[in-house]
């Protein structure tokens, strides 16, 4: 089960084999999505498991006992994942996430367009959450210094791909798709304003007290105490908290504290050359 040196190719991206099989990254592919079905869609730690902790309580209509006693995996599985298959529920709506390319799920979701939301996150700082992600994670290759995993990362050979590849592609479908964009940065700036427009996309009502329960229970502090979001239920071998926290700062803007000057440089050109037209629907503070 665990894997933790293997490594899988899926459309031309290394994924931990902790986790992914061929057959369970080709069941994602072929996934039979339900019109009612909600996708959250992200680039690995990009806010997505604190978009899970909001969705479970959209959904909850602000009841914590859902996020209390069931771990994320469990509440929006993921698509990719091999235990995938054990957690469907009968009947929709299901929620899932995943963090697969659009090219890989392009047909799959174009049967049946359910909800997708895709959440994006300043890509500096996601490169140094990524970073420090891989130091405690025995699935991924030791990455090294900081600088040496940035230049792999702005090369798009870390696991699971090109962040900017990966933010392209699920962007060009907007068209196709019943897709809708968050960012981590408005998360912390606008949360009450992200819950509305959740709630809006997905057609739920906003509950009195929904915002205010979102607040506390989803809050950086109350996620960080919450064991079935925290990761410490996963064994020390495969994710080993001696040497840092999933729940480590929680802020936007912690790549200045990390990048040096020519490293910030080379960021903002590649930023500029990737998705340059696109750049003024993120708000990012890329200097
Ligand atoms: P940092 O490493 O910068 O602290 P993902 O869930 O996609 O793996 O993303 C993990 C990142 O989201 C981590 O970033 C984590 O601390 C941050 N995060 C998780 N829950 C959060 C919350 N409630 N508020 C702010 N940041 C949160």
Redesign the pocket.
Known sequence: MARLAVTETFFGIQFPGHLHTQDSLQAAASFPFRPSDVLLV?Y???????MQ?ILTFIHSEGDPEPAKTIPNWARLPWLEHLYMGTLMEPKGPRLLTTHLPYPALEEALAKAKPKVIYVARNPK?VA??YY??CRMANFFPDPGSFEEFAQKFLDGTVHYGSWFEHIKGWLSCQDELNITYFT?EE??QDLEGCVERLSAFLGLPMKPGLVESIRMH???AS?SKNTMVNTTLIPKEILDTSKGQ??????AG?WKNHFSAPLSERFNTKFQEELGGQAKHFQWVMD
């Open positions: 992200t690995p730690k990009s806010g997505t498991t604190w902790e700082d140094v959450s420090h992600f981590y998360l912390h989803c809050s950086f996620m999933f729940m480590r700062k929680g802020i912690d």
